[in-house]
């Protein structure tokens, strides 16, 4: 019986995992790498006790922490322990009708029975490690603040908190709030002889990021520091320069898109050159994407960079800016480029002006044309 259910697994993983999602509202939103959990979840526990029904045995040590474990991951993404409970029994239900279905004529009294104290001394170890575990996280949670919210922001910037429910309560509970959309901050020192700490960089934030009610999330570690800040902050980028930091502040960003951005984030501040931050201390989400695409970084995106870059001018009445990027591009100034484009001059260079306040770029900088030009060429020329 073990076996033929083995066999049959991924069907029997996917008719608990739909049980559960449908009747209990605590898993009702959960996708990605969530859904990918449970699943795996269930998974091992069908194995182990279709293992320990055919072994005559029962949870060990090991598998108590593992339940201990679970525990607290579902107190800190926001699971309550009684949806969680719930889960669990109710995947207990859906194996025996499974048992039941395939083993109705085959079964005796001793293998039903055998099963049925098993599960029963099962639910009872689980519940009480879930129960510690789950405790445990929550009281740590609510005892230690600064801990609590580093884990969030750890979470966060790992992918491992994506409900919207689980994110809500937890933010509820530290006395926090974001918005939907967010921006990251990633900061090192420019060298030796200065470091980025929680003190200084508290100092440096100060009310500058402070917009809307959104608070501000942060975590310093070694020589870098990552900062989950309301969407629309500004920096001092004087107090940066004097500071000797560099930073990388990328705007407008989904909670799921943490994680990408600080992996592209960080590449940039590891491997840019110098002459990138010559007009600027704080460079954004462009200068990332460059950066991972001429180095073949895993998160490189064409596609991205020009939209980031460009969106702007890819519609009317904006277009004409970017038929005169490309001319200019072209011609490599701004005289030629009118002659091209068969204008006057002036307004070549009125283009050019209006390029430069739309985008932030000045093609006549170095490291600005290179940004402007892959973002050009990452789409194809018109």
Known sequence: MRDELLDGLDDVRATVVTAIVNEIPAYADLTGPQLAEVSAIVEWGLRRVLDLWVEDGELGEA?????????????????PLPGVLRAYRLAGSEIFDLVEAHGRSRLDMSDVLALSRLWMATIDTLSEALYAGHVAAADRAAG??????GDLVDDLLLGRQVTRTGLADRLRELGLSLGPRVGLLVLRP????TE??????????????HAGGSSTLMRVRADEAVVIVPEHATLPAALLTERRWRGCLMAGLAIADLPRALRVGTHLLAHAPGRAFAHRTVLDEADALLIAVLTGHRD???DRLRQVVLAPLLAAPAD???????????????????????????????????LREVTGRDPRHGWDRLVLEAAVLGGGRS
């Open 144 to 149: 230690d603040r600064s801990l609590a919210v």
């Open 63 to 79: 598998d108590v922490r593992r339940f201990r474990g679970i525990g607290a991951a579902r107190a800190l993404d926001g699971r």
């Open 196 to 209: 980025v700490t929680p003190t200084a960089l508290e100092g440096l934030l100060g009310d500058a990021v």
């Open 190 to 193: 420019r060298g030796a002889g």
């Open 320 to 354: 004409h800016l970017l038929e005169g990027l490309e001319a200019y591009l072209d011609a490599g100034s701004a005289a030629e480029a009118a002659v091209l484009l068969g204008l006057h001059p002036q307004t070549m260079r009125y283009r050019l002006g209006r």
């Open 300 to 302: 490189a995106d064409a």
